[in-house]
């Protein structure tokens, strides 16, 4: 499949075409409605399903295929027309499960942890509240608590995913969804040894609001198909597919999805649905390879039923299939080759990972996703199109974390030195600037050894103004923790530079990618005003697709790479100043800092053999007048340069 990349600012712009006049242009995005509805024809309702499979990478789709098919491609889901990838870093880095579907839902970036609420923490109308404003019907389906963060984001506004209480709240006596069908009963259930609540609960007020409440298969079977529809199955999540017992109560994901539809589509207006497969990441952050096989594989079969009904429909229907996020780093390492084996695998670890997701779509515009690399602001605008029965507008652009870096305007440095630290493993190729109202975005196309080495990004936040350490070496002395380690026995020394001192540094040790809020011993920033014990502070970081790696040689791929987002209000806690400019230079270091590789951006004379252990010049430094004009504002239009 050839992928194209939707270009945040620019949509047919390669990356050295962008524009560099700062302005984001806003070209309107053909969502299949381009031409002005037949006035002869009467209009179609509108109907927006979107399904997400929580923590289901293409790993874990091709793992659930293998088992139930002996190949790769063999689910439902891999036949629908369209098919696109995603990119799911949220303002944090590597994505959670509420930031990721606060921005499908709102079309918002944030931080991860927030329930619709942007990264100010302000509430912004999710996909669920747009369908109510446009008439149309809306409803929630999941295999998971029905508070819990996916269902939440698109049905509360909450600052923690963890409130689930007052996500319930949000969702009975505010935003009250037409259909909500899941799990979770104990944060819904009046005050009581079965519920979360210290009040009389979400039951009551249901009930005077037209809901139907069911609790079991059977009456939700036996529901009437008029009207408001609560279902809670289970005290928190319905049980795994795997472990469902021949006497249970609980409803199927598939049995659910079309139980929703039945009640929604008496709307001629249409309706917007949200269906989750929600515990495919309970068993990622497990490492529970059977469980997140039959969960992905449940997740499938309702997306069948939905595609199977959305044939027999004469609405206007748009079904888009895609995942939050990857959980647990899935490698497939072999497989048998026979359906109903599972294959071998390898995890990184149980958390979430940076890998892009899949998009797949049939039905009405669902063409506007295929073969494209998306991010979820891009995949609210097309679903909200949809809503709204108009064509999408691109979203403006938003730095984010996440290793892809097209949206990034400059490219102000390259390397060709071939790298002294092994050709495929270690290796700085490119460097990429931008900066915007929030912070200062830096992405380094290169390859990355897996707990090996140190990236370090020397960032100089008053650069002509003299202050910071241009001499490292016997400069720094606090050797607790490895990234404090590092920089204590840098060796470089920039008093070779006018203007430039270094106020921080960013080391990423052996490919780590802390989240914005993490803070831990191999990766992060510091800074340096206290020498013998460095603060410590919050960067956004992440990798790209494909650029670490260990075992086998990587190649560099243009636009992937190493990328961080430092937020001014970091680096400086007093408000931006007038006149600021950043200056920046990366380079490329052993597990302990001691000695330096000839991999550096602004580079080394290409000739440069490992500068190694003691003192060694910087080569030079990207200088981002981040604020030309004195106005105190981010410019629009920045001018990087190098300074030698
Ligand atoms: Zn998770």
Redesign the pocket.
């Known amino acids: 499949m050839a992928v194209a990349v939707w270009l945040a600012g620019c949509a047919t712009a390669s990356p050295g075409e962008q524009p560099t006049d700062g302005s984001v242009s806003v070209p309107e995005v053909d969502a299949g409605v381009t031409s002005p509805p037949d006035a002869s024809l009467p209009a179609k309702r509108r109907i927006v399903i979107l399904m997400v499979g ?2 289901m990478g293409r790993p874990e789709i091709e793992a659930a295929s293998l088992k139930a098919t002996g190949t790769r491609d063999g689910l439902y889901m891999q036949s629908l027309a369209a098919h696109g990838s995603v990119r799911t870093a949220s303002l944090s880095g590597i994505t ?2 509420a930031a990721a579907a606060t921005t499908m839902a709102t079309g918002a970036k944030t931080f991860n942890g927030r329930i619709g609420q942007d990264r100010d923490g302000q509430s912004v109308q999710t996909l669920v509240e747009r369908a109510h404003a446009v008439g149309m019907s809306a409803g929630l389906v999941t295999s998971t608590s029905l508070a819990h963060a996916t269902p939440g984001a698109f049905s509360a506004h909450r600052d923690s995913r963890h409130d689930y209480v007052n996500i319930a709240l949000d969702q009975v006596m505010t935003v009250q969804p037409d259909v909500m069908l899941g799990g979770g009963l104990r944060y819904y259930l009046p005050m009581g040894p079965d519920s979360e609540r210290d009040d009389a609960g979400l039951i009551t007020p249901l009930l005077s609001a037209g809901y139907n409440v069911v609790y079991t298969a059977q009456e939700l079977a036996a529901a009437p198909l008029e009207g408001k529809l609560f279902g809670s199955f289970a005290d928190e999540h319905l049980e795994y597919a795997i472990d469902r017992d021949g006497d249970t109560t609980e409803p199927t994901l598939a049995e659910m999805s079309l139980a929703a539809i039945k009640r929604l589509d008496h709307n001629e207006a249409g309706f917007f649905l949200l269906i989750e497969g929600g515990r495919i ?1 309970h068993a ?2 497990g490492n529970d390879l059977a469980r997140n096989v039959g969960e992905t594989l449940a997740f499938d079969e309702a997306i069948k039923a939905v595609h199977e009904w959305q044939q027999t429909s004469d609405a206007e229907v748009t079904l888009v299939i895609t995942a939050d996020h990857e ?1 647990g780093g899935m490698t497939i390492e072999s497989h048998s080759g026979s359906a109903g084996d599972l294959p071998e695998v390898s995890w990184r670890w149980g958390n ?1 990972t940076n890998a892009r997701v899949d998009v797949f779509a049939d039905g009405t515009g669902a063409d506007k996703l295929d073969g494209l690399v998306i991010d979820f602001t891009q995949l609210h605008a097309f679903l909200a199109g949809r809503v709204d029965g108009v064509a999408s507008v691109q979203p403006p652009r938003v730095l984010t974390p996440d290793g892809s870096f097209n949206d990034l305007r400059y490219a102000v440095s390259t390397q060709t030195a071939v790298t002294g630290f092994g050709e495929g493993f270690n290796q700085l190729d490119v460097l990429h600037v931008d900066a915007d109202a929030n912070g200062i975005a830096v992405g380094v196309q290169g390859v990355f050894e897996w707990s090996s080495n140190a990236l370090v990004v020397l960032v100089d936040v008053d650069y002509g103004a003299g202050s910071g350490l241009t001499s490292f070496a016997g400069s720094l002395n606090d050797n607790d923790g490895r990234v404090d380690s590092i920089l204590s026995s840098l060796g470089v020394d920039a008093s070779a530079i006018a203007g430039f001192g270094a106020d921080y540094a960013l080391v990423i040790w052996g490919g780590q990618d802390p989240h914005l809020e993490d803070l831990i011993d191999d990766a992060g920033l510091r800074g340096f005003t206290q020498p013998s014990n460095l603060p410590w502070f919050g960067a956004a970081t992440n990798f790209g697709e494909g650029v670490r790696t260990s075992g086998n040689a990587a190649t560099s791929t243009a636009g992937e790479g190493f990328e961080t987002v430092i937020p001014w209000s970091v680096l400086y806690d007093a408000g931006l100043p007038a006149n600021a400019t950043v200056a920046i230079s990366v380079l490329l270091v052993n597990d302990d800092g001691g000695y330096a590789s000839n991999q550096a951006l602004p580079p080394f004379a290409a000739d440069m053999i490992n500068p190694g252990r003691g003192s060694f010049p910087l080569p030079g430094v990207a200088v981002i007048p981040v604020d030309a004009d004195g106005d105190g504002v981010v410019d629009a239009d920045l001018t990087p340069f190098v300074d030698f």
């Open positions: 929580d923590g959670d499960s990441d990622g952050h959980c979430h």
